[in-house]
């Protein structure tokens, strides 16, 4: 069955230093998301993506984060100055189409550890 | 009152035994519903989308309730596989917001030998 895959599976970083982290939808996806679950908490919504620009995205997703398509396989999101309440497992999402009752399928996780 | 609502459990169940959950949900324009299951840190997995008139997958049952806005999942015949935090998903609805998935807290489910 075809998966999400995210690189990397953990990424500790500095405090203020910028991270990038990286998915593979699954190949014939059109829109990409991203969410984020705070441990003990609830998965948040952060953003989604379609045709090369972002579609919609949540009051979380301020001017400190990015997404990008570079290529025509990956999808990173980008964290430009981290802080230490943007620990958290970020979820890579995607779905075949837009329809709304297309579900999201979701990559294993990065974790984000912040010092 | 919270976007997707449900009781956080835990439910303890021996194997074999039926279990149901409940979600309840405020945005009367939402139009997706689905049920993901979650295991220990790792993410999300589809379990089954939710449908008007209700349906069923094997072991387990949906029933959506749009009047109430109301979701429920039957699990019968409980194995210790199912171990694991069931989360009710719905999308926002609202124009500029229709892919934006609203997660329920989860509820916890341990079925015991």
């Known amino acids: 069955e075809p998966e999400v895959t995210q690189t990397p599976s953990h990424q500790v970083t500095q405090m203020g230093q910028e991270v990038i982290l990286r998915c593979v939808p699954i190949?014939?996806?059109?829109?990409f998301y991203w969410y984020r679950q705070i441990l003990g908490q609830k998965v948040e919504f952060l953003v989604s993506?379609?045709?090369?620009?972002?579609?919609?995205k949540s009051e979380i997703f301020d001017d400190q984060f990015s997404v990008e398509r570079p290529d025509g396989s990956n999808f990173t999101l980008k964290i430009r100055s981290t802080k230490l309440e943007d620990s958290a497992m970020y979820f890579c999402?995607?779905?075949?189409?837009?329809?709304?009752?297309?579900?999201?399928?979701f990559g294993d996780g990065t974790r984000l550890s912040i010092l | 009152r919270k976007e997707v609502e449900q009781d956080p459990g835990p439910f303890n169940v021996p194997e074999g035994a039926t279990v149901a959950f409940n979600c309840t949900y405020s945005?009367?324009?939402?139009?997706?519903f689905f049920w993901y299951r979650q295991d220990c840190r790792k993410e999300p997995k589809l379990l089954m989308s939710?449908?008007?008139s209700g349906n069923e997958d094997g072991r387990f049952t949906a029933q959506l309730n749009r009047a109430s806005q109301y979701i429920s999942l039957l699990i019968r015949d409980s194995k210790l596989s199912d171990s694991a935090t069931y989360l009710c998903?719905?999308?926002?609805?609202?124009?500029?917001?229709?892919?934006?998935?609203?997660f329920g807290s989860g509820t916890q489910l341990t079925v015991l030998p």
């Open positions: 999402a995607s779905s075949h189409r837009g329809g709304l009752n297309q579900p999201q399928h």
């Open positions: 190949s014939n996806h059109l829109y």
């Open positions: 993506f379609y045709n090369n620009e972002i579609s919609e």
């Open positions: 945005n009367s324009a939402s139009q997706s």
């Open positions: 939710v449908y008007s």
């Open positions: 998903v719905v999308n926002r609805g609202a124009r500029g917001s229709a892919r934006q998935l609203t």
